[in-house]
């Protein structure tokens, strides 16, 4: 007797507890865009690590030029030249300038700097054509950040801001949570691949890159197992030499309820469950652990399989890897046509969102059809349309729950 079809979110619960935590490691800072800190970052230094001028000038006491004016004047002698990366210490004596470029610092002696705008950009001597209070135009020691201070903490996705950071204060690696090594294994004797002529009954194979991009996308190593026939012999010889080097094995493609499901007959009780979860679409899935490895079983047709990514993977890997927003951003909005949806199923409709200025709601309208072939549609959505189990029909001007892709 069949068993009673799971929720989308007993599935995704239990996709999850099979994709545990994955293990810090220390990649080199370009390594590690996207993904998130395992460990409290401590800076080495000071930012900015010596007192410095925040623009080009002259470094000068602000006592000698307190009287200087466009009318008056006051001209000092320049008595050195303090380029960014001069790294000798040289003090500024009473009555005198050291010319300064933005970043170098600044000498014993000087209070402040006078910007090169307020001068006649003199080489030895130089007119200062008005006063400059006190530390003017300086960036002082540990006025970003104090040496010994947290600057990242755990949890912290890298983008370009955080990396920048954690080169400034001289750190070149950083301990993020290992991305999963994952196989995607495509199977379909009817599947080939670009270039070849199509004979009647095959197709050319998609899943395998849009999968993989998928999972690319949030950070995961990916390697692909593509035209894998459907016979369990040949799925097995695929497999076995591959299964021990990966995090997670995805397979797409042959756990429906039909003849010659190649991934439901070669793992069925080897570990795997294979279960329907209520939605449309992506009924047939399946998980477990094959060899010790998570095996998660999308469905083949497109549409399904990058929804099941959505639903349960996506979600699980981007916990795994230390991610805490998990989900897509859930907007409400107004639908802009009439929407029927079978009752028994979450419905996950392929939407185009459009925000409407000024207003907290956008509207949306479904991209294609429900059927589980049409990739053309998905390819123009940018949200998914969430239709509960109890509804079967919603009117043109209902408010509907959307998972925006951005
Ligand atoms: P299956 O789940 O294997 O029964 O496949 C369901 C549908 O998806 C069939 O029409 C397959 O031809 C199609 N399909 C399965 N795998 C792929 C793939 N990797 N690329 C493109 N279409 C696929
Ligand atoms: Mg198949």
């Known amino acids: 007797m069949p068993s009673e079809p799971l929720t989308v979110n007993q599935h995704r619960a239990a996709v999850a507890d099979l994709v545990g935590a994955q293990p810090p490691v220390t990649y080199q800072l370009a390594d590690c865009r996207g993904l998130v800190l395992a460990a409290d970052v401590a800076a080495p230094v000071s930012l900015p690590p010596f007192d410095n001028a925040a623009m080009d000038g002259y470094a ?57 705008e307020l001068t006649d950009a003199g080489e030895h ?21 104090v040496a010994g201070a947290t600057v990242l903490t755990d949890g912290t996705v890298l983008g370009p801001a955080q990396l920048g950071l954690a080169a400034a204060v001289g ?23 670009p270039g070849e002529p199509l004979r009647p009954g095959q197709i050319y194979e998609s899943n395998s890159v849009m999968l993989a991009t998928a999972l690319r996308e949030i950070g995961c190593r990916v390697e692909e197992l593509r035209f894998v026939p459907d016979d369990v012999a040949a799925f097995h010889a695929a497999l076995e030499p591959r299964i021990s080097e990966v995090d997670l094995l995805v397979t797409s493609g042959g756990v429906s309820a039909g003849a010659y499901e190649v991934v439901k007959d070669a793992l069925s009780g080897q570990g795997v469950e294979f279960t329907r979860v209520a939605v449309q679409p992506g009924g047939p899935q399946g998980c477990g652990r094959y060899r010790g490895v998570p095996v998660v079983t999308l469905p083949g047709n497109p549409v399904s ?102």
């Open 171 to 193: 750190l070149p690696s950083l301990t993020v949570y290992r991305p999963p090594n994952v196989l995607v294994l495509s199977t379909g004797s009817e599947l080939v691949g």
């Open 305 to 406: 399989s990058l929804i099941s990514v959505e639903l349960y993977l996506r979600p699980a890997l981007l916990a795994a890897m230390g991610h805490r927003v998990v989900d897509r951003r859930k907007v409400r909005a107004t639908l802009t046509s009439e929407l029927d949806s079978p009752t028994g199923k979450e419905q996950y409709r392929r939407g185009v969102y459009r925000p409407r200025f000024g207003e907290v709601s956008g509207e949306v309208g479904p991209s294609g059809g429900p059927g589980s072939h049409l990739l053309a549609s998905f390819a123009a959505a940018n949200c998914l349309i969430v239709i509960d189990a109890e509804t079967a029909h919603l009117p043109e001007g209902a408010e509907v729950d959307v998972l925006l892709f951005d």
């Open 60 to 116: 000068v006491r602000s006592v000698d030029i307190a009287e200087a004016s466009a009318e008056h004047p006051v001209e000092l002698p320049v008595a050195e030249d303090i380029p960014a990366g001069r790294t000798d210490v040289v003090p500024l004596l009473p009555g005198t300038a050291h010319r300064i470029m933005t970043g170098a610092p600044l000498p014993p002696g000087a209070d402040t700097i006078v910007q090169v």
């Open 125 to 145: 001597r130089v007119r200062v054509l008005g006063s400059v209070p006190p530390g003017k135009h300086l960036r002082r020691t540990g006025e970003d950040v």
